[in-house]
């Protein structure tokens, strides 16, 4: 059984940053391209940032470029947020994709129960 598990949300002041967590657990990660998305009451699901299966490629989306860094290490991929703005705040997703690239919800199959995420002052 596949199972993604995110850990590091929390609450941040404006500027601060926090680092997510994805532990992926009945799969091998080198196989799946990992997306992080994210939803914010009101808005649709966004893409944040993906990584490919070979770790080559990233994608970022246009609202986190130079602040968000996406990386992995064995079973776990991580999102580095830095700079985190009020606008930031969202439920964080994690997700695999059997894809040999995506960086579209729809084409993730396994998702992560997620992590909320709270900017403010």
């Known amino acids: 059984e596949v199972q993604l598990v995110e850990s590091g949300g929390g609450w941040v002041q404006p500027g601060g940053s926090l680092r997510l967590s994805c532990a992926a657990s009945?799969?091998?990660?080198?196989?799946?391209?990992i997306g992080w998305f994210r939803e914010a009451p009101g808005k649709m699901r966004e893409g944040v940032s993906c990584i490919s299966s070979n770790g080559f490629s990233t994608y970022y989306g246009d609202s986190v470029k130079g602040r968000f860094t996406i990386s992995r290490d064995k079973d776990t991929v991580y999102l580095q947020m830095n700079s985190l703005e009020p606008e930031d705040t969202a439920v964080y997703y994690c997700a695999a994709s059997r894809s040999a690239w995506s960086h579209r919800a729809e084409d993730f199959e396994s998702w992560g129960q997620g992590a909320q995420v709270t900017v403010s002052s």
């Open positions: 009945g799969l091998t990660i080198d196989d799946y391209v």
